[in-house]
């Protein structure tokens, strides 16, 4: 077998989920990524609220969430707690205005792994986006080679 049949799981897209009810964070947020070209296999989705983003994540499966704290329909808090339980691999990244710093303390006891201050430095925001698709990577690659491991002819 080819090195390339191998490793199926590396030529999977990175799937990204942007949940803000401002669409104009979301577009922007979205621009950088397609248009960065550290982020050339990655798959941008959008969702405006609690709801619209519980059905994108079934959906879709996003490996990074972008995650607003406030939602028009629901608590972005809630929503990290619930989705980390049900997927915990998914790296939950949290948008924030500078007065919810305490909220954001909360998010990663429920699991975020950072957070991107509102107004947001793209420098800043490639490298939080960054790191956690290379976390999912790793774990992938762990994945493969424990799957690997365990079926050997």
């Known amino acids: ?80 707690k619930h989705m980390k339980r049900a997927h915990p691999m998914i790296q939950f990244i949290v948008i924030t205005g500078a007065s919810d710093l305490d909220r954001v303390m909360d998010a990663v006891a429920y699991g975020a792994v950072d957070y991107i201050r509102k107004p947001m430095d793209l420098d800043a925001l490639r490298q939080v986006v960054q790191e956690a698709i290379h976390r999912c990577q790793r774990w992938a690659d762990l994945f493969r080679d424990e799957y690997w491991a365990e079926h050997e002819p």
């Open 1 to 80: 077998m080819n090195e390339e049949s191998d490793s199926p799981a590396e030529d999977l897209t990175i799937k990204v989920l942007i949940v803000d009810d401002e669409i104009e964070i979301r577009k922007s947020i979205s621009r950088f990524l397609v248009f960065h070209p550290a982020f050339q296999d990655v798959q941008v989705i959008h969702a405006s609220g609690f709801q619209e983003a519980m059905e994108a994540v079934t959906q879709h499966r996003p490996l990074v969430v972008l995650q607003d704290i406030n939602l028009p329909d629901g608590n972005g808090l809630q929503f990290i």
